[in-house]
């Protein structure tokens, strides 16, 4: 049995900006703010770890079986349950600017050191997709199995060469986040109305 954290949990808007920390070195990811200082939840894990899963491996551009170093945490706001796991991986070129930095639980100082070691600027691209989490995960967010998690997997990209330098996964329970996204015209779609042939508006169109 699994002991939900209260009838309601506190929920976030999840947007696609990255804000500098105003407390410490690093980054603050979607759902945090450069304010917020998150803690952590059990115990940190910074060290090698064999990879063996496909997806990570081919975003990291790592044979599978490749040690990598795996950075896992579970944090979120003060006084709530936890809000995300988030597990790491760091490439071997820059493993070794990653390895002994954990002063703060939610900041990207790690990432600071790998763009002054000549990666600056990183630029990130995020993938998302529901899925059921494992007993573990379930455990890990105080969540029962039954209820979906927002599973979002972020490919850190090197100024430098363009090559991965870290991929993230970050495992959210789907009744805390909701993701936020604007929209953007094409080309094609920039013209006003008046410019378009009259007797195709008349007709109407889907959507």
Aim: proline share 9%; net charge negative; hydrophobic share 35%.
């Amino acid at each position: 049995m699994t002991v939900r954290y209260g009838a309601r949990r506190p929920r976030r808007k999840r947007g696609d900006t990255v804000h500098r920390n105003r407390q410490n070195l690093g980054y603050s990811f979607p759902s945090a703010s450069g304010q917020e200082q998150w803690i952590r939840h059990g115990d940190a894990t910074n060290n090698p770890v064999r990879l063996d899963d496909p997806r990570i491996a081919h975003l990291l551009k790592v044979a599978l079986g490749t040690e990598v170093l795996r950075r896992h945490r579970v944090t979120g706001p003060p006084g709530e349950a936890p809000f995300q796991i988030n597990v790491s991986w760091v490439h071997p070129r820059v493993a070794d600017l990653a390895a002994e930095v954990d002063a703060n639980p939610a900041a990207g100082e790690w990432l600071y050191r790998i763009e002054q070691a000549g990666h600056w600027p990183i630029t990130w691209r995020e993938v998302h997709r529901a899925r059921m989490p494992s007993k573990e995960e379930a455990a890990l967010l105080q969540i029962p199995t039954s209820l979906p998690v927002l599973e979002i997997v972020r490919e850190g990209l090197s100024g430098q060469d363009g090559q991965p330098v870290e991929v993230t996964e970050y495992i959210i329970a789907s009744d805390r986040v909701e993701t936020e996204h604007m929209l953007q015209r094409a080309p094609d779609a920039q013209t006003p109305w008046p410019d378009l042939d009259p007797d195709l508006l008349s007709h109407g169109s889907d959507g």
